[in-house]
Each structure stands twice: as C-alpha cells, then as structure tokens.
C-alpha cells in the first residue's frame, strides 16, 4: 500500500491564482481529512469528508474548496490565492470515524508571492 | 467544539533524562487521546494513543496518563534518546465528533 499521497510536493503561486492539491489514499478509509501547518505552529483543519459525497468544514475553511466523489480522492480546491495561505498542508485519512490512527500524507509546501 | 492546550511549548532535556508534556482539554464528551510525533520536515506520525476507559498506556519508551476528572492527559517519554528530538501532538476526540482538535505542538530537544 502507498498509504497517503500527496501531489505536489512543493509550489509557488502568484496572488490570485487557483490551484488544486491532490490527495489520494489507497486504504479504503471513510474519513480523510485537510490540515494547514504554518511555520512554528499547530495543526489547523480546513475540511474533512466521512465518505464519498459527504464533506464539513472545519476550523479554517475559508478560501479553501473540497470535494469527495470517491473513496480513494479528496483534492483541496485554493481559490484567489492569497499570501496568508503560504503554508504546509497536509492530508489525512483514517478507518473508524476518526478514533484511531490518522494517516497523514507527506505534505504539499505552497507559497504565495 | 473541542478545545486542546498544550504545555510547555520547548523542552530541552539531557540525553537519558525522562520529558513530560502535559494537555488539558475542555470536553467531557472527549474519548479519544492521540499523540502525534513530527520531525523535522516530516509528517506527523501516531505514536501512542489512549481511549477514555482506560488510566494508562506504556509502550516501550513512552507512556500516556489520563485523568478524566481533572480533563488532562500526559505524555512521558523515559531514558530520552537523541531520536526522541521532534515535535509532538496532543489531540482529542469528542463521542460527539468525527475529527481530531491538536494541541499547539511542543518542541522537544534532547542534549547529547
């Protein structure tokens, strides 16, 4: 199993554009999730899905799309980029409604100029 | 919702000394208590978790307490190793919910 996958691993973006980060899990998990990390500081989480079709929001969604049309999927929409979205983002996934190890994929590092 | 603290924010240790980092959060209804370890660059990585039925967990190294009148729980890392250096993740989850809410994250630094 490749577990968590993330792409891309790195990116730049200029103020105002759109970008989709992908994240793709192949343990037929339920639940996946979106996090932002900024420098020095905490997990934040921006949406999560309980399954194909169902997403929330969470903490930070602003500026930020989803969608879950299958199992394995769950890109992260920006949109108008913007220089506070410069962070770490990470998605994740786990089996059981979110009691239980959360496997996280490797990160995408974006910065917005 | 859910609110996780997290303290102390940096602990330097000396190499073979035991490191405690504590949580405290704000709802009963939580059930759930993960500990999460980062390094440097990398993702966060499970390393010991404790569901609300139970007081303690050891494994190996590590150990994690909870006290569900008090709402805290506890990480303890013995015999520090310089590997042990990262980052490290409280989290909690509610019965009501489906997602985690993170502690701040402490930063752990073990002296050779």
């Known amino acids: 199993n490749a577990g968590v996958t993330q792409t891309p691993k790195f990116r730049i973006l200029k103020i105002g554009q759109s970008m989709t980060l992908q994240c793709t899990q192949d343990m037929n998990h339920n639940y996946m999730y979106w996090y932002r990390q900024d420098p020095g500081m905490g997990l934040k989480l921006i949406y999560y899905?309980?399954?194909?079709?169902?997403?929330d929001k969470g903490e930070v969604p602003n500026g930020y799309n989803v969608s879950r049309s299958t199992t394995e999927d769950f890109p992260l929409r920006l949109e108008l980029a913007a220089p506070s979205q410069t962070s770490v983002y990470f998605c994740?996934?786990?089996?059981?409604?979110?009691?239980?190890?959360?496997?996280f994929g490797p990160g995408t590092r974006l910065t917005v100029t | 919702g859910e609110n996780v603290e997290q303290h102390p924010s940096t602990l330097s240790v000396q190499e073979g000394d035991s490191a405690v980092i504590k949580c405290t959060y704000s709802?009963?209804?939580?059930?759930?208590f993960p500990w999460y370890k980062q390094e440097l660059g990398k993702r966060p990585q499970l390393i010991i978790d404790i569901r609300s039925n139970v007081g303690e967990k050891k494994d190996q190294r590590i150990a994690v307490t909870l006290n569900k009148t008090a709402k805290h729980f506890s990480l303890h890392i013995t015999e520090t190793q310089p590997e042990d250096s990262a980052v490290y993740f409280c989290?909690?989850?509610?019965?009501?919910?489906?997602?985690?809410?993170f502690g701040a994250g402490t930063t752990v630094t073990v002296r050779a």
């Open positions: 709802d009963s209804a939580s059930n759930y």
């Open positions: 899905s309980v399954g194909a079709g169902i997403t």
């Open positions: 994740a996934s786990s089996y059981y409604r979110g009691q239980g190890e959360q496997y």
């Open positions: 989290a909690a989850k509610s019965s009501n919910d489906y997602k985690l809410s």
